[in-house]
T-cell receptor, first 113, second 112 residues
Framework: NAGVTQTPKFQVLKTGQSMTLQCAQD?????MYWYRQDPGMGLRLIYY???????DKGEVPNGYNVSRLNKREFSLRLESAAPSQTSVYFC????????????FGEGSRLTVL | AQSVTQPDIHITVSEGASLELRCNYS??????LFWYVQSPGQGLQLLLK??????LVQGIKGFEAEFKRSQSSFNLRKPSVHWSDAAEYFC??????????FGAGTQVVVTP
């Protein structure tokens, strides 16, 4: 089972460049999330989507945009990358029961020079 | 405001010894509490969760956690650790809308 798939796994950008992180889940989950993980700070929520067609800001949304393309896909876009956005990004999904069980992708390591 | 704190950044434990990881939370209502584990280079995996009821919760891989409302704590325990338990562990606080707030994590190193 694929679960949650993120691409790319690694990316190096120059300051000011743009890129999109792609995420897809095959579990028919309604809710999808984007987190960033930085040393000593745990995971911080960037944006989430409770259902197809809706998105909401999380704890650290500045510098990011998201698109819930359909029920399966939730993309994260950096319009003008900054060194502070160097991080590991995780996409996750959760089923309709909101049991709290997040299913995570394997992460995307982004470096901004 | 809600918050979740993991006081220990790093713990070293001998294989076969017991392990306890601390988690404290601040939340105005009955919390939804979780423990996740992250192996190197991987995403997070749910170990166990507490919503209500029995305050001692059993999870996967032989882990358990105890919810103590009076101490605002949800500590994770394992009686005898294995080398494969070396990982980073995250406590998380959730709400009914499915949003989770994670602690900073505790790195567990297992020595022979």
């Amino acid at each position: 089972n694929a679960g949650v798939t993120q691409t790319p796994k690694f990316q190096v950008l120059k300051t000011g460049q743009s890129m999109t992180l792609q995420c897809a889940q095959d579990m028919n989950h309604n809710s999808m999330y984007w987190y960033r993980q930085d040393p000593g700070m745990g995971l911080r929520l960037i944006y989430y989507s409770a259902s197809e067609g809706t998105t909401d800001k999380g704890e650290v949304p500045n510098g990011y945009n998201v698109s819930r393309l359909n029920k399966r896909e939730f993309s994260l876009r950096l319009e003008s990358a900054a060194p502070s956005q160097t991080s590991v990004y995780f996409c996750a999904s959760m089923g309709t029961s909101h049991t709290g069980e997040l299913f995570f992708g394997e992460g995307s390591r982004l470096t901004v020079l | 405001a809600q918050s979740v704190t993991q006081p220990d950044i790093h713990i070293t434990v001998s294989e076969g010894a017991s392990l306890e990881l601390r988690c404290n939370y601040s939340y105005g209502a009955t919390p939804y509490l979780f423990w996740y584990v992250q192996s190197p280079g991987q995403g997070l995996q749910l170990l166990l969760k507490y919503f209500s009821g029995d305050t001692l919760v059993q999870g996967i891989k032989g882990f358990e956690a105890e919810f103590k409302r009076s101490q605002s704590s949800f500590n994770l325990r394992k009686p005898s650790v294995h080398w494969s338990d070396a990982a980073e562990y995250f406590c998380a606080l959730g709400n009914s809308w499915g949003k989770l707030q994670f602690g900073a994590g505790t790195q567990v190193v297992v020595t022979p």
